[in-house]
């Protein structure tokens, strides 16, 4: 699987994606890592609120939520593209 433009913030509904590369100047996205957003780690998009803010991502079996202005930093492979 090649790293391509594809974030966290640009999965579509029902995409599964793995992580890539983290942008980790953020102090926010720190605390996200320790979460379990680390590169490795297999994700998918399983739903967004009304306007698309914020995102609900599935990792390792349980939920969790992002701001999109978050999932930026998070770098991903989509899975089942031609990997």
């Known amino acids: 699987m090649a790293i391509n433009g594809n974030t966290l913030a640009t999965l579509k509904r029902g995409e599964k994606g793995v992580i890539r590369a983290v942008e980790t100047q953020d102090p926010h996205v720190q605390r996200l890592m320790v979460l379990g957003l680390v590169e490795g780690a297999e994700v998918e998009h399983t739903s967004s609120a009304?306007?698309?803010d914020p995102l609900e991502f599935r990792l390792f079996g349980k939920g969790i939520s992002l701001r999109q202005e978050h999932a930026r930093?998070?770098?991903?492979?989509?899975?089942?593209?031609?990997?």
Do not use: E, S
């Open 73 to 83: 930093f998070f770098h991903v492979a989509l899975v089942g593209a031609g990997d």
């Open 50 to 52: 009304i306007g698309g």
